[in-house]
């Protein structure tokens, strides 16, 4: 059964930081390009940040480019965004999807509140 579950999310200050994780199984996570999406209140879903299957390319959204680093270790089948200078309008639930071409997976997501 393949499982991705999102964790780290929380209520942060702006200018905080946090780490979400996203631990799978169930499928070979090292086969796998991993991204991290958010959808924030009222707003469609979007791409956040991707890494390739052995880490060697990685993109960025625009919005957190140099706030935030996605990195993943595959003998743990995890992948981890670290976020840091978060602001308000990063609040959203942030999801992870596994993807390979033809196949799809996602998580359920983990809220991150941004608020003082």
């Known amino acids: 059964q393949v499982q991705l579950v999102e964790s780290g999310g929380g209520l942060v200050q702006p200018g905080g930081s946090l780490r979400l994780s996203c631990t799978t199984s169930g499928f070979t996570f090292s086969l796998y390009a991993m991204i991290w999406y958010r959808q924030r209140p009222g707003k469609e879903r979007e791409w956040v940040a991707g890494?390739?299957?052995?880490?060697?390319?990685?993109r960025y959204a625009d919005f957190v480019k140099d706030r935030s680093t996605i990195f993943r270790d595959n003998g743990k089948s995890t992948v981890y965004l670290q976020m840091n200078s978060l602001k308000p309008e990063d609040t959203a639930v942030y999801y992870c999807?596994?993807?390979?071409?033809?196949?799809?997976?996602w998580g359920q997501g983990t809220q991150v509140t941004v608020s003082s």
């Open positions: 999807r596994a993807y390979k071409v033809g196949v799809s997976y």
């Open positions: 890494i390739s299957s052995d880490s060697g390319t990685t």
